[in-house]
């Protein structure tokens, strides 16, 4: 199984700030991590798929990129709503493996 | 386009539990259904997948020989069965749409609502 690991596990930040979360892979899965947001009670929404791409409906202000084994996930411009758990996952091999989510709150 | 899921399930260790998940608003032999399951206040944990076309499935090795996954294509409507249930079975189970059709790589834009499931004597 392909371990993926995330960092931080929490942080603190306030409306309007700019956030990165990693997310590094335990081999290469090239370009095969997608990012998802959880709030609380509520089923997950895909954030980006293969990297950097935005479903329809995500709003701009977020983003990605990386490659191999290293990725980030960047929200610019915080909005109240975007306080939440957030979760990697490599689709390059099964299992389909998740991180462990970053939980980001409101300072 | 939506997955809606059976209720809530309370078992006893040993026993098994099926829960189902029905798909409207689309296609449904077209995208492959994911099964991803939570523990509570824990991350998720990737169950398997099944092709509702031809009801090819993979599972995490993990939990070989507990799950199987299958669909019935007259009523759009996929099935998560787990056997042997213990403890940390315990957990919400959702059903989840790939985002590409016929494609099995890019994620999960459509999810159910979840079903909890607890085991406990």
């Known amino acids: 199984d392909i371990q993926m690991t995330q960092s931080p596990s929490s942080l603190s930040a306030s409306v309007g700030d700019r956030v990165t979360v990693t997310c590094r892979a335990g081999r290469s899965i090239t370009s095969y991590l997608n990012w998802y947001q959880q709030t609380p009670g509520k089923a997950p929404k895909l954030l980006i798929y293969?990297?950097?791409s935005l479903p329809s409906g995500v709003p701009s202000r977020f983003s990605g990129s990386g490659s191999g084994t290293n990725f980030t996930l960047t929200i610019s411009g915080l909005q109240p709503e975007d306080f939440a758990t957030y979760y990697c996952q490599q689709t390059y091999s099964t299992p389909f493996t998740f991180g462990r989510g970053t939980r980001l709150e409101i300072k | 386009v939506q997955l809606v899921q059976s209720g809530a399930e309370v078992k006893k260790p040993g026993a098994s539990v099926k829960v189902s998940c029905k798909a409207s608003g689309y296609t449904f032999t077209s995208y492959y259904i994911h099964w991803v399951r939570q523990a509570p206040g824990q991350g998720l944990e990737w169950m398997g997948t099944?092709?509702?076309?031809?009801?090819?499935?993979t599972y995490t090795q993990r939990l070989q020989g507990r799950v199987t996954m299958t669909r019935d294509t007259s009523t759009a409507t996929l099935y998560m069965e787990l056997s042997s249930l213990r403890s940390e079975d315990t957990a919400m189970y959702y059903c989840a749409r790939e985002l590409i059709p016929a494609a099995l790589y890019y994620g999960m834009d459509v999810w159910g609502q979840g079903t909890t499931v607890t085991v406990s004597s």
């Open positions: 099944i092709n509702p076309s031809g009801g090819s499935t």
């Open positions: 293969s990297t950097s």
